[in-house]
């Protein structure tokens, strides 16, 4: 009866969109896989380069927040963002779930992927990968955790179109609507955006 009960809400979490926080604690070194409608995009984190964002990371992965989510902030020549559940109720959840900050390990060049943030300890779930020298964004302290190790041209060729006028980025404070109404908003008036379709941990 309890393998029946679990499986019932495993089943329930999936059909709200999501699974729940787990905060689980990552590998040392992992790879993800970035299924795209592009193609696909291989991440490879390192955990002693920024151990929250690692962690929170490997968090989302698992929990499946990325499928179906929309590259929404990507800008030619200097990054893809993404990282806003496609449905309110889940990225509602995460939401609030900030983690510390980490000290910038690893500068910001083409293909490091980090956390945006608008304030100090205040990461969550928004990602961006860099497509070109970012490194000065060293200073203001966003940590790398990975690096893309297969995909810069999928990377490269995510589209961009729109900008920042999809969303923008945090400090924006032009993304309430992704939150209010997730895919739906943004498949209205942005339908060309590229999204991810799934992202998985590799073996």
Do not use: C
Not at 3 to 30: H, I, K, S
Not at 77 to 99: C, K, S
């Amino acid at each position: 009866m309890r393998q029946l009960a679990g499986a019932l809400a495993l089943t329930m979490m999936v059909a709200v969109g999501g699974f729940e926080p787990a905060d689980a604690a990552a590998p040392r070194e992992f790879r993800v896989r970035l299924d795209t409608s592009k193609g696909p995009i291989v991440v490879d984190v390192h955990r002693d380069w920024a151990p929250h964002g690692a962690d929170r990371f490997y968090d989302l992965v698992t929990a499946r927040y990325f499928d179906d989510s929309r590259f929404f902030r990507v800008v030619k020549g200097q990054w893809a963002q993404f990282g806003i559940n496609g449905e309110p109720a889940v990225a509602a959840r995460w939401r609030g779930r900030t983690i510390p900050d980490d000290p910038v390990k690893q500068s910001n060049v083409r293909g490091m992927v980090a956390f945006a943030f608008a304030e100090p300890n205040a990461r969550t779930t928004q990602v961006f990968i860099g497509l070109r020298d970012n490194s000065s964004l060293d200073a203001q302290g966003f940590a790398p955790f990975g690096r893309v190790s297969q995909g810069m041209d999928v990377a490269d060729a995510l589209n961009s179109e729109y900008g920042e006028t999809a969303g923008g980025g945090i400090r924006a404070g032009r993304q309430q609507q992704l939150f209010d109404s997730g895919n739906a908003y943004l498949d209205r008036e942005f339908p060309r955006l590229d999204r991810i379709i799934q992202a998985r941990v590799l073996p």
